[in-house]
């Protein structure tokens, strides 16, 4: 079974600048996440979707971040403008359901802001 | 209180070692709970679910204490690829279906 996919892994930008972070969940995983983990901290949610819905966006800053998912499947999440502080690995995870069973991460993206 | 709060750590025991740490929360009506496992610069991967009395798998125990809320997590005969941070995962107070991330608790199993 193919796992939860992200792209890119990797991305460097300066502060002011605009990216973008794609995620493909596990087929059938109604429910997606998307997590910001700071180093040494825990994963933190920005937003969930139940298929295309938004369920839970409160931790979201919503000035500059946004996220999607049009057709229920795949995700994307933009920062505009990126500041210093966004540096953080963003986690793309799904599940079955939202009832708190298992959550399957991808491998996250690195963002480095300078 | 904090909806759930870990040791951070680092755990630094011998390999063979029995090791536990907890996690408190302060969900009183939480009803299923989670220790996840994350390696360094690696996503988090379930390691064990938690409900009613707890669980156990091989070398892990996961109990679940009601009445002090909190639940822990124990490694019999530690090994070396069990060092990791350990994630506990609480429901949260705002929302049903949502769960809350712990920051971790680093171990380390030194030879």
């Known amino acids: 079974e193919a796992g939860v996919a992200q792209s890119p892994r990797y991305k460097i930008i300066e502060k002011r600048q605009s990216v973008a972070f794609w995620c493909n969940p596990i087929?059938?995983?109604?429910?997606l996440y998307w997590y910001q983990q700071i180093l040494g901290q825990g994963p933190k949610l920005l937003i969930q979707?139940?298929?295309?819905?938004?369920?839970?966006d409160s931790q979201l800053p919503k000035d500059r971040f946004s996220a999607e998912r049009l057709k229920g499947v795949d995700s994307t999440l933009k920062i505009q403008p990126a500041k210093l502080e966004d540096s953080a690995v963003y986690l793309c995870?799904?599940?079955?359901?939202?009832?708190?069973?298992?959550?399957?991460f991808g491998p996250g993206t690195r963002l480095t802001v300078l | 209180r904090k909806e759930v709060e870990q040791d951070p750590g680092p755990f630094n025991v011998p390999e063979g070692a029995t090791v536990a740490f907890n996690c408190t929360y302060s969900?009183?009506?939480?009803?299923?709970f989670f220790w996840y496992r994350q390696d360094c610069r690696k996503e988090p991967k379930l390691l064990m679910s938690?409900?009613?009395s707890g669980n156990e798998d091989g070398r892990f125990t996961a109990q679940l204490n009601r009445a002090s809320q909190y639940i822990s997590l124990l490694i019999r005969d530690s090994k070396l690829s069990d060092s990791a941070t350990y994630l506990c995962?609480?429901?949260?107070?705002?929302?049903?279906?949502?769960?809350?991330f712990g920051s971790g608790t680093r171990l380390s199993i030194r030879p």
């Open positions: 087929s059938g995983h109604a429910t």
């Open positions: 979707f139940q298929n295309n819905g938004v369920v839970d």
């Open positions: 938690v409900y009613s």
């Open positions: 995962v609480v429901p949260s107070y705002s929302s049903a279906s949502k769960i809350i």
């Open positions: 995870a799904s599940s079955l359901d939202p009832t708190g069973s298992e959550q399957f």
């Open positions: 969900n009183s009506a939480s009803q299923s």
